[in-house]
């Protein structure tokens, strides 16, 4: 079994089913809004509006995506954040490998330098 867990937390597992749900929904918004603009485009030529109303599916699809969002979001991303955290905590942040050299380049050239 630690196997599996291990697998589920090591990679970006469940950020990439994240990223699929999203791109699914997103794509419902770019259809809608492309189906609402080129109802508009002819009608708008015409001088005749139609009476189908693609707007209102268009702003359909963007509430079922804001609430898609926020659904995965806390049901999925925040308890994945924090059984992450409680079954592999990050390690403490050290001094940055580059700020060391520096201060070892510093010593050295205070060393050099005469008095």
Do not use: C
Not at 5 to 14: A, E, H, S, T, Y
Not at 61 to 88: D, G, H, M, Q, R
């Amino acid at each position: 079994m630690d196997g599996f867990k291990n697998f589920l937390f090591r990679g970006n597992l469940v950020d990439l089913a994240v990223a699929v749900i999203i791109g699914t929904a997103f794509g419902a918004v770019v259809t809608a809004f492309t189906e609402w603009l080129t109802s508009l485009l002819p009608s708008a030529a015409d001088d005749v509006f139609s009476t189908e109303t693609y707007g209102g599916r268009f702003m359909n699809a963007i509430i079922a995506f804001v609430i898609l969002a926020a659904v995965v979001y806390f049901l999925v991303v925040v308890p994945y954040v924090k059984a992450k955290e409680k079954f592999f905590p990050s390690p403490p942040a050290g001094t940055p490998e580059d700020i060391v050299l520096l201060k070892e380049i510093r010593d050295l050239l205070s060393a050099q330098a005469p008095r």
